[in-house]
């Protein structure tokens, strides 16, 4: 569940959809049905808040073939949503966190930054058009990334959420015994996100991430502020981190871009002979 990001109900109930379908997606899968999980504040909320909101992640789930079928609500102080998805995967073809091989390469399928775009929001820093392209990456679905990470031969995979992308990095180097370099060069943004970054506008859950993945990170005490606030920021409805063969990377990209997706290559995986086990270059 996670707490309103946006102030149209509708639009917040599209990120929750497609924040919880990612699950599914990073595993390789189809999802089939969802219950939703709701808190709301009956006494204080108009019904069409929660009608909007609900809306909204309907609109998602059809658009992924998934039906909702049910789920709970509660009267909460605090507006809350989520979803419970189940989906299929056919066992032998399942991408999972601890799938990744040395000298794969890192590919990277939506642009980093909703965390410090959503706080540049609620400060009244952030642009129309900022917030918009963030909008639009939270809203979409990963469902071309993951078919195309399969049709690739892909076999390790995570989604970038809450964590950050060094956080979500952390558990597929550790679930797969390798260590990997980062191209802080490479890392996608969204409008507006390194300009946040360098001016202090991150989310508390920034440095939350980093005191949880910065052991594993080489130089961790000498990096400088805003590229922490990049590579901690927390996620919502982020993309696909994948391990990709290097032989597959060519037909990987063309197949996501082909779609109209994106994807880019941010790094690689390295024998697990380092100290720490991630590097940013």
């Known amino acids: 569940m996670i707490t309103p990001i946006a102030d149209d109900p509708w639009d917040f109930g599209r990120i929750a959809a497609a924040n919880t379908l990612s699950d599914v997606y990073a595993m390789g899968g189809a999802p089939v049905s969802a219950l939703s999980i709701i808190a709301f504040p009956v006494s204080s909320e108009p019904p069409e808040t929660f009608r909007r909101m609900l809306q909204g992640g309907i609109d998602i789930m059809r658009s992924a073939g998934a039906a909702l079928v049910g789920g709970h609500s509660i009267d909460d102080p605090e507006i809350k949503l989520g979803f419970s998805v189940t989906g299929v995967v056919h066992p032998d073809r399942i991408m999972t966190k601890g799938g990744a091989r040395p000298g794969d390469v890192l590919v990277l ?16 820093e952030a642009s129309a058009d900022s917030w918009g392209m963030a909008l639009d990456s939270m809203t979409a679905l990963n469902a071309v990334a993951s078919a195309a990470a399969l049709n690739a031969g892909v076999r390790a995979a995570t989604d970038v959420t809450g964590f950050g992308l060094l956080g979500h990095l952390r558990e597929m180097v550790l679930s ?16 507006g996100a390194g300009e946040f970054a360098e001016r202090g506008l991150s989310p508390g859950g920034t440095w939350r991430n980093k005191k949880f993945a910065g052991c594993l990170v080489e130089g961790i005490d000498s990096m400088s502020k805003a590229d922490a606030a990049i590579l901690f920021d927390p996620q919502t409805s982020g993309g696909l ?27 690689r995986c390295l024998e697990n002979s380092m100290e720490p086990t991630i590097r940013v270059a």
Do not use: F, Q
């Open 241 to 267: 981190l994948l391990a990709v063969p290097e032989a597959a990377v060519a037909g990987l990209l063309e197949g996501i871009r082909t779609e109209g997706g994106n994807a880019h290559v941010i790094g």
């Open 109 to 124: 399928t939506k642009a980093i930054g909703t965390g410090l775009v959503s706080t540049a929001l609620k400060k009244g």
């Open 176 to 191: 797969s015994g390798v260590a990997a370099e980062i191209e802080m060069a490479a890392i996608p943004l969204l409008p």
